[in-house]
Structures are given as C-alpha cells and as structure tokens.
C-alpha cells in the first residue's frame, strides 16, 4: 500500500512539477545538446494510457536523483515528421537521444528497468575501473558486464565500438592488470573478457571469431530465468535456445529434473554447446504457446529457432543427461523436424492463433463488456441492411409522380372534349 501510495505521488509531483515535457519539432532544435529520454505515443493507444503513470514515476526519480537526462514524451500522430524521422512503428516507443546517437529501450515496461538502462546509456560507453574497490563493486552490483584488459591496442578501438552497439543490453568496463581479483589469472595482454555465472571467459579471436558476434552470444547468463522480453530479444542471437517449460507453483519431479538437466548442460557442456545453444527456463508459457500455436505440455523440454519462429520437441521420453544431449545434436545434424516458422501460412495461422487467443482472454475477464464490443458491430451492420433492403429510393418516385401528372392531364383534356350532356340538353330546350 505504501509503494502504491509513493508512485501516485511521484506521478502528481511529476506533472505539477513539469518533470515530463511534451514535446514538438521544436524539440529537433536543441536535442542534440542535451540527454533526453522520449516515449514515443499515439493517443489512441490504449497501453499508451496504461503506462503514463510510469513514465511520470521515471521522470520524478530521475530528476530526484539530479540525473542530467531530460525527461520528455512525443505525439508522434500530431507530429509525424518526428516519427518519421526517428522510424517509429510501435507504441509506446523509448529512445534514449545522446548527441547524434539513438538508442532504443527494449526491456519491461517498468520503473526500475528503465532507470536502470537510462543510467547505464547516458553514461560513459565503457567505464574505467581504477582501483581494486571499484572493480569489486562492478562484480558486487552486476551479475554480467565486459571488461576490457590492457593498454591501448586495435583490440581496445574495436572493443569501444561493439561497447557502443551493445550498451543497451550490459555493461562495458576497462582496467588494467593490478586491478583485478587475484583469482583473474592472465597469460598476456591486451584481452577482453566478460564476467558471469560466478566466473569469467576470455574472448579468443582464433576460436571465438568476430568481436560483436562474441558479444552477442555472451551477453546472456549461461542458464536463467528467461522472461518474454528476453525471449523475444534472442531472436537477433544465433543460437538456438533450449529450454525447461516448467510451472514454479506446482512444481513436480520432472519439472525439477528437466531444470537440472538443462543447467547440468550449461555449465558441463558449455564448450561443446556455447556457440550454438542459449539455456534457461520459463515459468510462463504464453510466448512459446503464441510460436506452437498451441498449449506446450509442462513440464517439458524444447528448442527454439526465435530467428525464424521456429520449434523442436524431443521425439521420445527425457529422463538423463545423454537424452538431452543426444536431442540437441540431432536439431544440430538436422535430424530433428523444425516445426512452425515465419512462412506466410503460418504467420496466418498464427494472427488466427493470437486474435483468438485474445478474445477468449478478454471473455474471461470481462465478458459483459466483450459482449457489448462484439454486438456493436455486429448491430450496426444489421442495420445498415435493413436500412438498404427497406429504402425506396427517390428516383422510383419521381416517375410514379409524373405518370400521375400526364393521367391527370390527359383526364382533364378528355373531359373538355367531351360534350357537357346537362349543357346539350338546355341548348336544345332553347331551340326547340
């Protein structure tokens, strides 16, 4: 209750405050010479309105916390030249402008995680450590960054600009070699490693190839809990990820043995299965039940191809270590059918899956107000036909109205041309 409390007032002092800036074109003018974060958003947009309160929560605790960044939101429907020029698709949208540079947030649409990629982008792209305390605090507070060990080198130019490209996702540091934990052993310099899972791993060019591909495959934790936001980022990986599909609340035996297997694999098998495969496990199983199509069993075990929307399911019973192994080489070798995909059939089937998906979720929490959504519609185009089948329309009536005229007319003149018989019979009384 308290917190709830703390964020409606920080989104009223955010307001009153003028922490939250609406912005126009004029805002093009001077962006260049600031830090500004910018939530992209078209009034329409129903999610757009959900999330206001946050966004009026990042924009107080920001100031609050005397960040230089500049807290602002755009209509991008009002203001189209902006949206086109930053090419914005969806709402809402986050940039975070530093100088020319644009960097688009990607994470849970919360507080906490918005603050958290705000100070790490509008700060240095790589941090230097200078002194053992400073690097036992970047191991303290974050449980994956890179580290770039040495003096300056070509390695060290190249290291700053995949820093550049991947600041969005973790954390870029540099130190030299008296700085490290005695545990850090080194056999030369200059090197790059990156810190996770309680340990560390040396970038090899030899083995480990391009820079930026490394940085993108080790920029996760060997083996967590993956959430649909991650899960949704690892389609831009080019590994496939393996999964346990387990349910936390009632866990079961198989459920613990299928997490114990694929962590088993993460860390055991890491040098046979680190280029190839991501391992964690999910709790909610709506993402991967969008790519099947279908409801997963759970517990169970599966491989995803985010790439290309893709599955793979075992094709008999998962109980030891050598199952699984043996599965995840038979996906490799191209044993294993892939299911799904991004074919334009199954990107149909899929549309059909998820609107239906939707309506049955939105019956389910609020049916009375689904039933009036859908009998609108459904009202109005029935009276649009009956409307249509009852109508006379007035090019039928005119004729029918000049027929009457002429009949009138032609009644008239052929009743002057007949004789008046009262007035013939006076006429002859007269002549007679």
Same mark, same amino acid.
């Given at each position: 209750?308290r ?5 409606a ?5 955010a307001?009153?405050?003028g922490?939250?800036e609406?912005?126009?074109?004029k ?7 600031d ?13 757009c ?9 990042v ?8 960040s230089?960044?500049?807290?602002g939101?755009?209509?991008t ?11 914005i698709?969806?709402?809402?949208t986050?940039?975070l ?10 994470g ?9 990629f705000?100070?790490r982008v ?14 036992q605090?970047?191991m303290s507070h ?7 060990i040495g003096?300056?080198?070509?390695l ?10 991947? #600041?969005i996702?973790?954390y870029?540091?540099?130190? /030299?070699?008296d %700085? *490290?934990p005695?545990a &850090?052993?080194?056999?030369?310099? $200059? ?5 996770k ?27 967590f809990?993956?959430d ?9 990986l080019?590994?496939l ?26 860390t055991?098998?890491r040098?046979?299965?680190k ?5 964690g ?7 991967i039940n969008g #790519? ?7 517990? /169970?075990?599966? %491989? *995803?191809?985010?790439? &290309?929307?893709?599955?793979?399911? $075992?094709?008999?019973?998962?109980e ?5 192994i043996?599965?995840l ?11 799904g ?5 199954q ?20 049916p ?7 009998a ?7 009276i649009i ?10 090019d039928?009536?005119r004729p ?11 009644g008239?003149?052929?009743?002057l041309?007949?004789p008046d ?12």
């Amino acid at each position: 209750m308290r917190n709830v409390i703390l964020s409606a007032l920080l989104a009223v002092f955010a307001v009153v405050s003028g922490y939250v800036e609406e912005l126009d074109e004029k805002f093009m003018e001077h962006r260049q010479n600031d830090l500004w974060l910018v939530e992209f958003y078209a009034p329409w947009c129903a999610y757009c309105h959900t999330f206001e309160p946050i966004w009026y929560e990042v924009g107080a605790e920001l100031k609050s916390m005397g960040s230089p960044v500049n807290v602002g939101k755009i209509d991008t429907i009002a203001h189209t030249s902006i949206a086109s020029e930053f090419n914005i698709h969806g709402y809402p949208t986050i940039k975070l402008l530093k100088g020319e540079l644009s960097f688009d947030y990607k994470g849970p649409r919360t507080k906490d995680a918005i603050i958290e990629f705000t100070n790490r982008v509008a700060g240095p792209t790589v941090r230097h450590l200078s002194s053992v305390q400073l690097f036992q605090h970047a191991m303290s507070h974050h449980d994956l960054f890179f580290v770039y060990i040495g003096g300056k080198s070509l390695l060290k130019a190249q290291y700053h600009k995949v820093a550049t490209e991947y #600041i969005i996702h973790t954390y870029f540091f540099s130190a /030299s070699v008296d %700085v *490290l934990p005695k545990a &850090v052993a080194l056999d030369e310099v $200059p090197v790059i490693a990156v810190f996770k899972d309680g340990t560390f791993y040396l970038y090899n060019e030899v083995l480990d190839g391009d820079l930026s591909a490394w940085v993108n495959r080790e920029r996760f934790p060997s083996y967590f809990q993956i959430d649909n936001f991650s899960l949704y980022q690892m389609g831009e990986l080019s590994k496939l990820v393996a999964l346990a599909v387990v349910d936390e609340m009632t866990p079961s035996e198989e459920s613990i043995l299928y997490k114990t297997l694929i962590e088993r694999l993460s860390t055991e098998y890491r040098d046979q299965f680190k280029n190839d495969y991501q391992f964690g496990y999910v709790t909610d199983s709506e993402y991967i039940n969008g #790519i099947i199509m279908g409801e997963i069993m759970m517990p /169970s075990i599966i %491989v *995803l191809n985010m790439s &290309v929307d893709g599955y793979f399911l $075992p094709g008999s019973k998962i109980e030891t270590t050598e199952d699984v192994i043996h599965f995840l080489n038979n996906v490799l070798k191209g044993r294993v059918k892939l299911l799904g995909g991004n074919g334009i059939l199954q990107q149909t089937k899929r549309l059909f899956y998820k609107t239906k998906s939707t309506v049955v979720t939105s019956f389910q929490t609020a049916p009375a107000f689904c039933c009036l959504v859908c009998a609108l519609p459904v009202g109005i185009v029935l009276i649009i036909i009956w409307g249509t089948c009852t109508a006379v329309p007035a090019d039928d009536e005119r004729p029918g109205e000049e027929a009457t005229s002429i009949s009138a007319s032609d009644g008239k003149r052929a009743k002057l041309s007949q004789p008046d018989k009262r007035g013939k019979t006076s006429g002859e009384k007269k002549k007679d």
